[in-house]
């Protein structure tokens, strides 16, 4: 059973930063790739960003130049540096992780850990 782990939400004032985590256990596999979605109510899910098994990232455009995502040092972890917060990236932020096709799943997602920033 693979199961996504996230942590590192909080409250944080506009300009201060926040480091989430995650990390996938039950996975004998490594994934494809692994990313960050974000959701507010009433909005759809956007990928905030996200990196593949190369290396390739990609970021949603309001985020660029402020947030960076990394592999962890350990298989199947992700980071999300996110700084000079604004309250507009107050969300519900969800790991997801794109498993190898074979495995018969399109992907997994995190539970969601909340990220509110204060004006």
């Known amino acids: 059973q693979v199961q996504l782990v996230e942590s590192g939400g909080g409250l944080v004032q506009a300009g201060g930063s926040l480091r989430l985590s995650c990390a996938a256990s039950g996975s004998p596999f490594s994934f494809n790739a692994m990313g960050w979605y974000r959701q507010v109510p009433g909005k759809q899910r956007e990928l905030v960003a996200s990196?593949?098994?190369?290396?390739?990232?990609r970021y949603v455009d309001s985020v660029k130049g402020r947030f960076t995502i990394n592999k962890g040092n350990a298989k199947n972890t992700v980071a999300l540096q996110m700084s000079s917060l604004r309250p507009e990236d107050t969300a519900v932020y969800y790991c997801?992780?794109?498993?190898?096709?074979?495995?018969?799943?399109?992907?997994?997602w995190g539970q969601g850990t909340q990220v509110t920033v204060s004006p």
């Open positions: 997801n992780a794109v498993p190898p096709s074979w495995v018969g799943v399109t992907d997994y």
């Open positions: 990196i593949d098994g190369g290396g390739i990232t």
